[in-house]
């Protein structure tokens, strides 16, 4: 398995609050995702970065920011939680010049009240 | 962007039996097109893939098939086991600068009835 981890796997937060997830890569890949998964919505880009400090925006990026000060972790923070942020996020990673795969990690459920 | 659309969102046969599912895009320049599993509490895995040069690949009791002109590809499972059963997720996918720019199909929930 890809050495992916990502913290915490579950989260319960008020609305308003600010929440931080963590990805953390072993695997010394220059891209990274995260990723929310909704039921009827299959898996939608938020952020990527593709190198340390340079990020860019999904198709579903409101709301949300990422930081990516070294290469092995990729922070996702929601300023200000509300309840549509409420879902499963996965941290995903890939290689250029690879096969195309996207590695992932096993994913943060938040929940926000 | 690119659409995927992906069909149908639950499916339920007999050990031993077939599953198809299909899927459809809308842009031609979409090259690869991998397809996912995932298991109860994890993340997707691949479990195979085609490029836009090649028409089937197999892999074992799994295989996809592509046809670029009408802009649809399947995944076909054979012989199904329990293990089989979980969630599919068909996707889109083309090399953006080294960036995979990949969109994801709703997912199809797979049940292997014993």
């Known amino acids: 398995d890809a050495g992916i981890t990502q913290s915490p796997r579950h989260k319960v937060t008020e609305t308003g609050t600010p929440v931080t997830l963590r990805c953390h890569q072993t695997e010394n890949h220059r891209y990274m995702y995260w990723y929310r998964q909704d039921p009827g919505h299959g898996l939608r880009l938020i952020h990527y970065s593709y190198g340390v400090k340079d990020t860019d925006k999904g198709e579903v990026s409101d709301g949300y920011s990422v930081s990516r000060s070294k290469t092995e972790d990729f922070l996702l923070t929601l300023e200000s939680a509300t309840s549509s942020q409420t879902s499963v996020y996965f941290c995903?990673?890939?290689?250029?010049?690879?096969?195309?795969?996207?590695?992932f990690g096993e994913g943060s459920r938040l929940t926000v009240l | 962007g690119e659409n995927v659309e992906q069909h149908p969102s639950t499916l339920s046969v007999q050990e031993g039996d077939s599953a198809v599912i299909k899927c459809t895009y809308s842009?031609?320049?979409?090259?690869?097109f991998p397809w996912y599993k995932q298991e109860l509490g994890k993340g997707p895995q691949l479990i195979i893939d085609?490029?836009?040069?090649?028409g089937e690949k197999k892999d074992q009791r799994i295989a996809v098939t592509l046809n670029k002109t009408a802009k649809h590809f399947s995944l076909h499972i054979t012989e199904t086991q329990p293990e089989d059963s979980a969630v599919y997720f068909c996707?889109?996918?083309?090399?953006?600068?080294?960036?995979?720019?990949?969109?994801f199909g709703i997912g199809t929930k797979l049940q292997v009835i014993p």
């Open positions: 085609i490029r836009s040069n090649v």
């Open positions: 842009d031609s320049a979409s090259n690869y």
């Open positions: 995903a990673i890939s290689e250029p010049g690879g096969t195309g795969e996207l590695f």
């Open positions: 996707a889109v996918s083309m090399n953006s600068g080294g960036y995979q720019k990949v969109t």
